[in-house]
Each structure stands twice: as structure tokens, then as C-alpha cells.
């Protein structure tokens, strides 16, 4: 009987810490107040700050694996202008290089199902970055594309299956998708304006994206083949990259539309337009937290840049980071490894077991 209870007591000890981790959203950032760039993890709060480079040189654009293990970011540590991509254990450890490279290694994004790694280069000569992809070990280096034109704003497609990216090949900036080996290239745009900075629906069908075309930068959807394509916005001022949250329903931007960069949210048809911020400073970059329910944005209205996060209402605005110096590219984790159905099924099964220890 009592080795029954210890074994009860060790299955509820690791179910408890299952749903620990449930909710364990992060957010990572970087922040000069070292001296110099480094990365920091926070809880979406501002508490629990870590900081998980250490390095003169500059360190940023983290971007998570999604089991939330694991970090890559950027680093300058090589000297000499030259990038590169290196990966870190959540906590700061086991930092290895995965580029190795002397060019120009930026950018790096973690596939959603955690299998591949993007990331922009310059190591075929001068300023003309190329799309790579390599396995999270660095293994398995693949060019993606291959032209004398920039290449760039590569985003996985929520299956990992596909990169929608942006290329000048055509002479204007121009929306494309490829396969993850870089087949099946296809233009999705196709105008004499700037057409850039791709945002998927988490269904994977559409593709939001904000184009001059006419004469000012509003926000398009098309669908993910280039058919159907709608006008969201139609500003006075300039509109910025569109951001679809991932329960689907709602994409943030931000917008010169009152004169300076405040903060905005809608519906995905562009319907219901709200700003969420009313401040002369810059607001903007926002990105929204894995449960479509807050959006974090930086703001110099502390004549240094910080990073906020408000509700979809724009009523609860918070100052996360607070310190004098630059603060910037937030970026969410969520542990998000259960469904929702799946979560159900923790629940009944801690239920079960609870019943049984008794
Ligand atoms: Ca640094
Ligand atoms: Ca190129
Ligand atoms: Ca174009
Ligand atoms: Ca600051």
C-alpha cells in the first residue's frame, strides 16, 4: 500500500508539471541596459527576468523552437561584420554555432513543427541575401533560392510545409511561396508597387500583406495561391506589416492613419478597425501572445524604446521592460505541446488518478 501511494504521488507530482508547463508563456527580447545587445527572457508580466547572453558583441532576433526548449538568434561574436546564426538552450546554455560561416547569417525562424530552421545569407557574394533552411543542428544546409535579386522576409506556413517570401527579381518587390526545398515557385503578386512582409492565416489558406500599390501602403489578403484578392485598408497614412492572430479571427498592424504610428487592431475581412494606442510617440511592431488575447507592441513614449503589451481593447496598456535604455523585438513562447482536447483529457485522467490515491 505505501509503494502504491509513492507511485500515485510521483504520477500526480508529474501531471502537476505537465500543467505547469501549459501555461508557461514567455517572452524573449533583447536590451542594451549591458552595454550591449543582449537577449532576455521575461513572463509576460515583466517578472522572472533572465538574461541569456553575455557577450560585447551584439546578440538578437530570438526566435523560439516550439517546444520551447530551445532558442537561435543572431550574434555579431565572430568580429568584423560577419553574422551568424547560433542556437541556446532556453536558459542560456549549450550556445553552438550553427552557420559557421563568414558572410552575413540573419534572421533565423524555427519551423512550427520544429524541424527546420530559416534563415537570410549573403554567402554567394555582395548584397544579395538568399533563403537557406538547415536542420535545428545545422545540419542539412539547403539554398532555397537562387537569384541575383533580393530574396528575403521568408515565413514558414503553419503546416511548415511551404515559405511565402518577398523577392525584387521582377524589379519591384514582389509575394512568392516555394516548397521547403524550394520547388513549386510561384509569383502570388503581380503590380508595378511594393508588395512585402507575408502573414499566414493559421489555417494556412490565406495570405495578408501590405503593398503601395496605390501610392500608399494598405493591407491585402489574397489566398495562399494568389487568387482572390481583397483590400483590408484604405488610410490616409501609410499601414504596416499585417499580423494574423493565431486563433484566426482578428489581424493587428500598425498605422501612420492619425498622423503618427499608434497601434491597430481588425477583423481579418478589415472590418471593425480599432487603435489601441493614442500616444505622439512611435508604437508599433505588434505581436500578438499565443492566446490571441493580448498584443505586445514597443513604444518610445518613454523616449526609450519598451516593451508594452494591451489587451485587443486597448484599455489595460502595461510597460513591461521599464528601463532606460533600448528594449525591443519581443518575441511569445507558449508552451503549447497539449491541445485543447488533449488538455480535457489531463484533466479527466488527474481526476482518475486523484480518485485512485485516495
Ligand atoms: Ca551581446
Ligand atoms: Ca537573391
Ligand atoms: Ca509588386
Ligand atoms: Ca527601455
Not at 533563403?131 to 503553419?158: C, E, F, K
Not at 523577392?167 to 521547403?180: G, K, T
Request: charged content about 20%; some cysteine; glycine content about 8%.
Amino acid at each position: 500500500m505505501v509503494q502504491f501511494k509513492t507511485v500515485c504521488h510521483f504520477i500526480m507530482l508529474a501531471i502537476f508539471f505537465s500543467f505547469g508547463k501549459i501555461s508557461q508563456t514567455q517572452i524573449a527580447f533583447i536590451s542594451d541596459r549591458d552595454w550591449n545587445s543582449e537577449i532576455y527572457v521575461m513572463d509576460p508580466n515583466g517578472n522572472n527576468l533572465r538574461r541569456l547572453t553575455n557577450h560585447p558583441a551584439h546578440d538578437g532576433q530570438p526566435s523560439w523552437s516550439p517546444d520551447g526548449r530551445k532558442i537561435v538568434f543572431v550574434t555579431g561574436r565572430g568580429g568584423g561584420g560577419n553574422m551568424e546564426v547560433y542556437v541556446m538552450n532556453s536558459n542560456g546554455d549549450n550556445m553552438r554555432n550553427l552557420t559557421n560561416h563568414p558572410a552575413r547569417n540573419i534572421s533565423p525562424s524555427w519551423s512550427p513543427n520544429g524541424r527546420g530552421i530559416l534563415f537570410m545569407s549573403n554567402r554567394d557574394g555582395g548584397k544579395n541575401l538568399e533563403i537557406y533552411t538547415m536542420d535545428p543542428n545545422g545540419n542539412n544546409l539547403q539554398r532555397l533560392t537562387n537569384h541575383p535579386a533580393y530574396d528575403g522576409q521568408p515565413v514558414w506556413s503553419p503546416d511548415g510545409q511551404r515559405i511565402a517570401f518577398v523577392s525584387e527579381r521582377d524589379l519591384n518587390y514582389e509575394i512568392y511561396v516555394m516548397d521547403l526545398n524550394g520547388n513549386n515557385l510561384r509569383r502570388l503578386t503581380n503590380n508595378l508597387g511594393e508588395d512585402e512582409s507575408p502573414s499566414w492565416s493559421p489555417d494556412g489558406r490565406r495570405i495578408a500583406f501590405v503593398s503601395n500599390r496605390s501610392g500608399r501602403f494598405n493591407i491585402y489578403v489574397m489566398d495562399s495561391n494568389g487568387n482572390n484578392l481583397r483590400n483590408l485598408t484604405n488610410h490616409p497614412g501609410d499601414d504596416g506589416p499585417p499580423n494574423w492572430s493565431p486563433d484566426g479571427q482578428r489581424i493587428t498592424f500598425q498605422s501612420l492613419m492619425d498622423g503618427n504610428s499608434n497601434i491597430y487592431v481588425m477583423e481579418i475581412d478589415g472590418g471593425d478597425p480599432r487603435r489601441l494606442t493614442d500616444h505622439l510617440a512611435f508604437d508599433g511592431l505588434p505581436s500578438w501572445s499565443p492566446d490571441s488575447k493580448r498584443i505586445a507592441f514597443v513604444s518610445e513614449r518613454d523616449l526609450n524604446y519598451e516593451i508594452y503589451v494591451t489587451d485587443v481593447n486597448g484599455i489595460d496598456i502595461r510597460n513591461l521592460t521599464n528601463h532606460p535604455v533600448y528594449d525591443f523585438q519581443p518575441n511569445w513562447f507558449n508552451s503549447d505541446g497539449y491541445s485543447v482536447s488533449s488538455e480535457t483529457n489531463l484533466m479527466i485522467m488527474w481526476g482518475q488518478i486523484k480518485r485512485a490515491c485516495d
